[in-house]
Structures are given as structure tokens and as C-alpha cells.
């Protein structure tokens, strides 16, 4: 069993950032793959990035692409989020997860290639 756990979440006006932490703890793997998703109230839950943790290979969501950066620092066993230039339309909960052996970012985009989540981290963007 991997343990997963977010923090960094907060509240921030448009224009700024904050960076998401996950680290994980319990079974490893020798390779595997993490992601961040994210889901708005009466909304279902969507990507936003992955990486490989091996490589550090990494794809984005269309609506992400060029504000956040998705990252790992393998020695803590944590990944990491940075948002910047937060719009409102970014305000949700953020979820990481992880998925064992090895995969391409570009095809981890529905919530089921994951094996384990965290619990979530709200993020509020305001106007």
C-alpha cells in the first residue's frame, strides 16, 4: 500500500501562486508514475499533470500548460505542484496519485490508471 499526502493548499488572489506538495510513504515500486488532478464542486474529477518518477517525463492539461510545472524530488519521495498564474477557474480540490510500474504520462489522463490517492488539498482562487 502506498500512502499519499498533500499539503500547500490555500487562498490566493488571481495572478498568484502556490506550489502543492505529496509526499509518499509505505510500499515502493521500482518505477512508477504520480499525477495531480483536481475536482470543482459539481464537477468530475480532472487532470492536470503526471510524471514519470524514473526520467522525470511529464505531460499537462491543455488549460495548465505554461502556469504549472509538475515535478518530483525523488530522494524525499515527493512530488510537487507549482501553480502560477492562478485564475479562478483553477479553484478546486487537488488530488495526487500514483500508478506502479511504468507508464506514459500522456495516456495517465482518467482517475482510473491511478492505484492510489491522496486526500486532497483545497485550492481558492479569488478575483
Known amino acids: 500500500q502506498v500512502h499519499l499526502v498533500e499539503s500547500g493548499g490555500g487562498s490566493v488572489q488571481a495572478g498568484g501562486s502556490l506550489r502543492l506538495s505529496c509526499t509518499a510513504s509505505?510500499?515502493?515500486?521500482?518505477?512508477?508514475?504520480m499525477g495531480w488532478f483536481r475536482q470543482a464542486p459539481g464537477k468530475e474529477r480532472e487532470f492536470v499533470a503526471a510524471?514519470?518518477?524514473?526520467?522525470?517525463?511529464?505531460y499537462y492539461a491543455d488549460s495548465v500548460k505554461g502556469r504549472f510545472t509538475i515535478s518530483r524530488d525523488v530522494a524525499k519521495n515527493t512530488l510537487y505542484l507549482q501553480m502560477n498564474s492562478l485564475k479562478p477557474e483553477d479553484t478546486a480540490v487537488y488530488y495526487c496519485?500514483?500508478?506502479?510500474?511504468?507508464?506514459?504520462?500522456?495516456?495517465?489522463?482518467?482517475?482510473?490508471?491511478?492505484?492510489?490517492w491522496g486526500q486532497g488539498t483545497q485550492v481558492t482562487v479569488s478575483s
Open positions: 496519485a500514483a500508478r506502479a510500474g511504468v507508464s506514459i504520462p500522456a495516456l495517465l489522463l482518467l482517475p482510473h490508471e491511478y492505484d492510489y
Open positions: 509505505g510500499r515502493t515500486y521500482s518505477s512508477y508514475a
Open positions: 510524471i514519470t518518477w524514473i526520467g522525470g517525463i511529464t
